[in-house]
């Protein structure tokens, strides 16, 4: 049994359709919040700081799903397990009314999810005289990790300095606390790319056994041609010449951060096609687009963007990417190195996994929330050429120098001479064959 609200129903389709003997559906009512829309249920397309808004709201399913269960049971039917996302932590005082064990799901990558869970656990705070710049250490995760504080969950920062309503707070925390006493966790990740993060429980899980479900992209053909002018546009370049910038549905960009790497795009004078999303949320410098256009060089799509198929069309080299985990994975799978922009959540967290352990990507620049790269022209530095300013930005010279010097294959063997890991992370995607639905 699949629980679900009347409005997320449908992406269920899929899975029922597969497995319409095995799978069925639970519609519950979504509870609300008075801080949310009505008829949202979900957090497609909504800024980060929703989240903990619907991890409180969410945790009033609680009675409706255990009053449900009891009636499996009288039924001779009785719940078995419980299987939940992370932000369901909820579900562990209601699988321990059940009297049976709870499975946390992440949708991230381990590391992703051991650090909110290391933050919520210790609750670290950053000293009143310190900047952004803090450095929080996380010394019970493998490899000494160590971030700035304006790289850390931003729903934990609102937690710890007070931000959030008081009982909207308490949840989120409770929410993680729940998730450590679980009987282990589920992680959409690989081996290949975490094994580090896999091979002992972690203090930051509740030293929890970690499940990796190997996610399993679709076959080459499953993604179908690129048809179309998109597909006509990047049949006239040559193999790996083109690059693809897409930030996800969360992010949305600021003027000043479009603008930014707008000129970038321009100044890098490589190919490249800009998914900039739907409606009229990202404003393109002025022109820009008839000039990319009267180039033959750039090509803006607005909307859905076919993002699978792109990434697996012969001419894209290269990906810039916010590093959201989905987009990340199927990068990897469609064997596409990345020039890395995290903006928020866990993305700096797996900035870090691609750039300094798997080596399959280069940082573009710092990244951040509306954080704009500056004008300036600073100089190059560390062994990726990322360039930061104090307070987190990266000068526009500098990422146009990324963007061009990379996409054109100047540094890339550089780089990537000793990515002995590239090839088998991108080969284990498809030797293990393992459908996750």
């Not at 078995?80 to 009314?97: I, N, R």
């Not at 710890?160 to 729940?178: K, P, S, T």
């Not at 972690?202 to 992209?217: C, I, S």
Request: charged share 15%.
């Amino acid at each position: 049994m699949v629980v679900t609200t009347p409005a997320n129903a449908p992406l269920l389709s899929l899975l029922l359709a597969a497995h319409p003997a095995s799978v069925q559906p639970l519609a519950l009512p979504f509870p609300g919040h008075p801080s949310l829309p009505p008829g949202l249920e979900n957090v497609k397309n909504c800024p980060p700081s929703y989240f903990a808004i619907f991890i409180h709201a969410l945790a009033a399913l609680h009675q409706p799903i255990l009053a449900w269960a009891k009636s499996q049971s009288a039924a001779a039917q009785p719940v078995v397990a419980v299987l939940s996302d992370f932000f369901c932590g909820w579900t562990q005082p209601l699988a321990a009314e059940l009297g049976v064990p709870r499975l946390v799901f992440s949708p991230s990558g381990v590391l992703g999810t051991a650090v909110p869970h290391s933050l919520f656990r210790r609750l670290v705070k950053r000293p009143s005289e310190a900047d952004d710049g803090y450095v929080v250490m996380f010394p019970a995760i493998p490899g000494e990790l160590s971030y700035q504080w304006r790289e850390i969950s931003g729903t934990y920062i609102n937690y710890i300095e007070g931000r959030m309503e008081e009982l909207v707070g308490a949840a989120v925390r409770q929410n993680f606390l729940w998730n450590l006493e679980s009987w282990g966790f589920v992680s959409n990740t690989l081996r290949a790319l975490e094994g580090r993060y896999l091979d002992a429980p972690l203090q930051d899980l509740g030293f929890k056994r970690v499940w990796a479900v190997d996610p399993l992209a679709p076959e080459t053909h499953a993604s179908g041609k690129l048809g179309g002018d998109l597909g006509a546009w990047l049949d006239g370049f040559s193999e790996g010449t083109v690059v693809y910038v897409c930030f996800g549905s969360q992010a949305l960009l600021t003027p000043a951060v479009a603008a930014a790497l707008g000129e970038a795009l321009e100044r890098s004078a490589v190919p490249f096609v800009w998914a900039v999303g739907a409606g009229d949320g990202v404003v393109l410098p002025e022109g820009f687009e008839a000039r990319a256009s009267a180039a033959k060089r750039g090509l803006v799509v607005r909307g859905w963007a076919p993002q699978v198929a792109i990434l697996r069309h012969a001419a894209v080299g290269w990906f810039m990417t916010h590093c959201g985990w989905n987009s990340m994975l199927e990068a990897v799978a469609a064997g596409v190195p990345m020039l890395a922009y995290p903006m928020a959540a866990d993305q700096f967290v797996n900035a870090r996994l691609l750039v300094d352990e798997a080596r399959v990507a280069v940082r573009a620049c710092a990244g951040g929330l509306g954080v704009a790269p500056d004008a300036g022209f600073g100089g190059v530095g560390g062994r990726d050429s990322e360039a930061l300013n104090p307070r987190g930005g990266s000068s526009v010279f500098v990422l146009s120098f990324v963007i061009g010097e990379f996409s054109r294959g100047t540094l890339k063997n550089a780089v990537f001479s000793t990515a002995n890991s590239w090839q088998p992370i991108h080969v284990h995607l498809y030797a293990e064959k393992i459908i996750i639905t």
